[in-house]
């Protein structure tokens, strides 16, 4: 059974509003990989905030025991519809905070959780 999906880094922009490669203005983030989302609903997101450095924290995150990689400012989007299943861009303008992950397997603690709003 496979956890997570790597994402490819191809170069595509899902947006709620309208979105360029430099995101017009809007939040940018790079995906960083997902994996199925709570109780296997959906998608968890992981990106690394671009042009907003304050919504994310630094983080390293850890795949079974190995180091992934340090990013400056990882957020979780949760996704339970997998509306972003294969971005490795998403742009947003307006999104809601949710609960800080807990435990998990990449040691989430801490990480900030948003949804991102229609």
Same mark, same amino acid.
């Given at each position: 059974m496979r956890k997570f999906l790597i994402i490819p880094a191809v170069v595509s922009c899902l947006s709620l509003t309208?979105?360029? !490669?430099?995101?017009n203005g809007n939040i940018e983030t790079l995906v960083?990989?997902?994996?199925?989302g709570p109780k296997g609903v959906g998608?968890? =997101?992981?990106? !690394?905030?671009l042009n907003k450095p304050g919504l994310g924290?630094?983080? =390293?995150?850890m795949y079974e025991?190995?180091?992934f990689g340090t990013f400056e400012h990882?957020? +979780?989007?949760? !996704?339970p519809e997998s509306r972003f299943?294969?971005?490795s861009k998403i742009c947003f303008t307006t999104f809601r905070a949710d609960a800080a992950a807990t435990g998990g397997d990449l040691n989430e603690e801490g990480i900030?959780? +948003? =949804?991102?709003?229609k």
């Open positions: 309208s979105c360029a !490669d430099a995101c960083l990989y997902a994996k199925p998608r968890a =997101t992981y990106v !690394d905030v924290i630094k983080k =390293t995150l025991g190995k180091e990882v957020v +979780i989007i949760n !996704d299943a294969r971005n900030p959780e +948003i =949804t991102v709003e």
